[in-house]
């Protein structure tokens, strides 16, 4: 098995770990966009998750994005082994869902209800591992309504939600707005105004954060940051 921990207990742990080693990264302000149907977001949001204590979770449609996923055979060939040396250099588990590449429309939907809850992350996490660690559909019902459970969204107001077309353009406009910053792929992370496109810059921002925070703190103290 891969470094997946418990999501219950990474919550319970949260507020403890407030001042500790990712304590200090909390203060920077950072936003994580992601597409919860994309292999690229379950591999790095395990990771977001425990190094930024204050994230902000946002969902973008990632087939909005220039350079988004594509469909063709071909890309999808080269799009998995990419993904899968990735998980194994992470060692994290990775099963491919049967109907993958889907458009994850239903999920997403979720997922924006879940960010006006602040509750996106949980459910990303819970969705992530169901399609990606256990092979699951991620659109179906069954699904959604798993992942809400873990987060705490009732089974109505998810199913709801995952039905929801109106709920589209709101994704779509997101992803417009990261276009105009130059994004490119998904996730990324927004580390006050500067953006971090891809995966495998996680820990670049995650760097950036705590530099932030270093000069704010300087800043307070009136001291000469190293």
């Known amino acids: ?46 990771r977001a998750d425990r190094m930024f204590t204050a994230l902000r979770w946002r969902p973008v449609l990632a087939d909005a994005l220039a350079g988004a996923e594509l469909v063709a055979s071909p890309a999808v060939d080269d799009a998995r082994r990419a993904v899968e040396e990735r998980a194994a250099a992470l060692r994290l588990p990775l099963v491919w869902p049967e109907t993958w590449p889907n458009t994850g429309r239903s999920a997403m939907r979720v997922a924006a209800l879940a960010a006006e809850q ?75 105004r500067t953006l971090f496109c891809g995966e495998h810059r996680l820990a670049e921002a995650s760097a950036a954060a705590s530099a932030v925070t270093v000069h704010r703190a300087a800043r307070m103290t009136g001291a000469r940051p190293a």
């Open 1 to 46: 098995m891969g470094n997946v921990i418990s999501l219950a207990e990474r919550r319970a742990s949260r507020s403890g770990s407030a001042h500790g080693a990712h304590g200090r990264l909390q203060r920077a302000r950072a936003t994580f966009f992601f597409d919860v149907s994309s292999p690229w977001t379950y591999l790095a949001a395990e």
């Open 118 to 192: 602040d509750r996106a992350a949980p459910f990303v996490l819970a969705a992530g591992r169901l399609a990606f660690c256990g092979g699951y559909d991620i659109d179906d019902p069954e699904t959604l309504a798993e992942a809400a459970a873990v987060a705490g969204i009732g089974l109505d107001e998810a199913l709801a939600a995952a039905r929801d077309h109106g709920r589209d353009a709101v994704l779509e406009r997101e992803a417009l707005r990261l276009i105009e910053h130059g994004a490119d792929t998904l996730p990324a992370l927004r580390v006050g």
